[in-house]
């Protein structure tokens, strides 16, 4: 799913306010870090992320890993925080503009 540029900014807003929760550590993603990942986005469907690594070619190398274990979609990714969102189809918490 594809998010317009007026859902992204929607959910930009949304995200703002939000702190990290989930936080990558020294051994990058594992599978472990995509489970609690996406229980983090059924549960709440926008989070933010807080990537490791010194360089910003290793941060987007974690991003790429991340969106693609996980299938959710990237509304920001500012320094070392980055927030995605996956909609629920069981049970859908935000409602997106059109």
């Given at each position: 799913?594809?998010?317009?540029?007026?859902?992204?900014?929607?959910?930009?807003?949304?995200?703002?306010?939000?702190?990290?929760?989930?936080?990558?550590?020294?051994?990058?993603?594992?599978?472990?870090?995509?489970?609690?990942?996406?229980?983090?986005?059924?549960?709440?469907?926008?989070?933010?992320?807080?990537?490791?690594?010194?360089?910003?070619?290793?941060?987007?190398?974690?991003l790429e890993a991340l969106l693609a274990g996980s299938g959710a979609e990237l509304v920001q990714?500012?320094?070392?925080?980055?927030?995605?969102?996956?909609?629920?189809?069981?049970?859908?918490?935000?409602?997106?503009?059109?």
């Open positions: 799913m594809a998010l317009s540029s007026s859902q992204t900014r929607y959910l930009r807003g949304l995200a703002h306010a939000l702190r990290p929760v989930v936080q990558l550590g020294g051994r990058g993603v594992t599978p472990a870090l995509l489970q609690e990942l996406g229980i983090a986005l059924d549960h709440h469907e926008l989070v933010k992320v807080r990537l490791a690594g010194s360089g910003r070619d290793q941060r987007r190398q974690q990714h500012v320094g070392h925080v980055a927030s995605l969102y996956r909609r629920n189809p069981e049970a859908t918490r935000l409602a997106l503009p059109r």
